[in-house]
């Protein structure tokens, strides 16, 4: 079963992330209403079980929250693959939102990084401050050990920009989390390292 249950809990934040990578039900709080839609959007678009509930120290901003949540993300993921034998590994895919358009591509190497070239021109969505998005997928990556490009090469309204983030990594990583044809690892290593 590719699952994770991650609890998380600091000062600053409260989470729990519970992940199945071969579906079920998304239900999340995070107390933040456009990271919630953004969430859901990720959980729906990649077809996996997702459950996250975290209470933060929104009377500063949304920044812990949001790059927390990446962390306790990431960290499911992590775990939910386990030794990353018996995937495909890679996945590319593009999202168009009305004007806007973004992709991803990536690696599940357990090399982490980070490539994300977009920027906005709204500081805010909701009660989202927009510039967070980077440390959300920062963080997701890190913990999760994946290699990870997203660009939004135009584009002119955040919202749209950033949810048509989400739900590129999320059918990307539909993509390379789906079961190879014989269950080996794909590496010339013969491990994913």
């Not at 009377?59 to 949001?66: A, G, I, M, R």
């Not at 997701?140 to 002119?156: D, E, R």
Request: aromatic content about 8%; some cysteine; proline content about 2%.
């Amino acid at each position: 079963m590719r699952t994770a249950k991650i609890e998380r809990n600091t000062k600053e934040t409260q989470i729990t992330v519970e992940l199945n990578l071969d579906g079920g039900e998304v239900e999340i709080s995070t107390g933040i209403g456009f990271f919630d839609h953004m969430l859901t959007a990720f959980g729906v678009h990649g077809g996996f079980g997702l459950k996250v509930k975290v209470t933060g120290d929104l009377e500063v901003d949304t920044h812990h929250t949001v790059e927390d949540t990446g962390i306790a993300l990431g960290m499911a993921f992590k775990e939910a693959l386990g030794d990353m034998s018996g995937i495909v590994r890679y996945g590319t895919f593009f999202i168009p939102m009305d004007e806007a358009m973004a992709m991803c591509t990536l690696d599940i190497s357990n090399r982490p990084f980070l490539v994300f070239k977009a920027s906005f021109e709204q500081e805010i969505c909701g009660d989202y401050e927009t510039c967070v998005t980077e440390e959300f997928f920062r963080a997701f990556a890190m913990n999760s050990c994946i290699t990870l490009h997203i660009k939004v090469p135009y584009g002119a309204n955040a919202h749209h920009e950033i949810e048509a983030i989400f739900k590129a990594v999320a059918h990307a990583l539909q993509i390379a989390t789906r079961k190879n044809q014989d269950g080996s690892v794909l590496s010339t290593k013969g491990v994913i390292a």
